[in-house]
């Protein structure tokens, strides 16, 4: 197989030799029929897809992807995983698995075996390292939820439900019952969501459980093994660490807050740092907290279910 251009991920997925050219807009792909039909018996037959008969005379086939569940990035995130451009492991990126999840689906690219590697791997994603999670795209992790309980993958659909609620709690594009509309957005503008009572009923509570739960550590400078570690810690914490929270609504986003305060260089005027050990103990710790705070928003979101059944129906 010859790629005309570079190999990198981000590259034209664009084969000289390739046998068939799938079109989505204005975006091409040349890639090999066989390797597609290898793993999906009805993607050039499927609803979704239609044949560009007045292209054919180039002795090659044209297709145009015209599917509104299937955009460019989920045809990119196919091809990707079948050029092995990224290996499906628990530690790919969040949104090429979330992508490769929803568009190998049965009613969409229906590729089964790529479709539960996927399933499998972000569940893992979510599971093992939330931190690694990009939680923003409230419409893909709905799209993933929906093709989860279609689907049949209970766990995983545990999973991405957990992410939807936290998704919710920290994006700005949600409308609460009652709250008044934004004024219109430019067609170009955000998508926004309009939660039900339910739905607000649980987002709210998470976004209080986990502020109470979290509070501590953000407030609390972190501990080094050695004094003069603490010592710098503590002397930076509330500027670095704790001002910043207030400020950017941190508390709620605790998983964006713990991967920051891994990024910040704990020195001391330039002089003094925080040794490389204790640097990597607090690293660990802050993890190790990701995965707790993700155990228990199961849990909270459980809870709110129980005392949601209180609210009239929405
Ligand atoms: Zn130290």
Redo the contacts with the bound molecule.
């Keep these: 197989m010859t790629n005309t251009s570079t190999n990198g991920e981000d590259a034209p997925v664009w084969f000289s030799d390739g046998s068939v050219i799938v079109r989505k807009g204005g975006t091409s792909f040349k890639v090999h029929r066989s390797l597609i039909e290898s793993l999906s018996h009805n993607f050039f037959d499927s609803d979704g897809i239609v044949k560009m008969s007045a292209e054919d005379s180039k002795d090659i086939s044209v297709y145009a992807v015209t599917s509104n569940n299937i955009d460019v990035k989920h045809l990119k995130s196919i091809f990707t995983h079948l050029y092995h451009r990224i290996h499906l492991s628990a530690d790919a990126p969040f949104d090429h698995v979330l992508r490769l999840y929803i568009s190998t689906a049965p009613d969409y690219a229906n590729m089964p075996s790529v479709h539960e590697l996927a399933a499998k791997y972000l569940n893992e994603i979510l599971n093992i390292n939330p931190l690694n999670v990009d939680f923003t795209d409230i419409k893909e992790i709905q799209a993933a939820l929906n093709c989860s309980r279609a689907f049949e993958h209970p766990e995983l659909q545990t999973s991405l439900e957990k992410a939807l609620y936290y998704a919710y709690m920290i994006s700005d594009n949600v409308i609460y019952p009652g709250q008044d509309l934004p004024p219109p957005t430019p067609v170009d503008g955000p998508l926004l969501y309009r939660l039900s009572l339910t739905d607000a009923h649980i987002t709210t509570h998470l976004m209080t459980s986990i502020t109470d739960f979290f509070s501590p550590t953000i407030f609390q400078p972190a501990c ?3 004094m ?2 603490t010592d710098i810690f503590a002397k930076h914490w509330v500027a670095l660490a704790a001002d910043p929270v207030l400020e950017d609504g941190g508390l709620c986003d605790t998983f964006r807050t713990l991967n920051r305060l891994s990024t910040i260089a704990w020195v001391d005027e330039k002089v003094l740092s ?2 490389d ?2 640097l990597k103990n607090v690293r660990e710790e802050w993890e190790e907290e990701a995965i707790v705070i993700w155990g228990k928003i199961g849990e909270w979101i459980e809870e709110a279910k129980s005392s949601s059944k209180e609210l009239p129906s929405s």
């Design positions: 080094g093994s050695h003069a570690c925080v040794c050990e204790c």
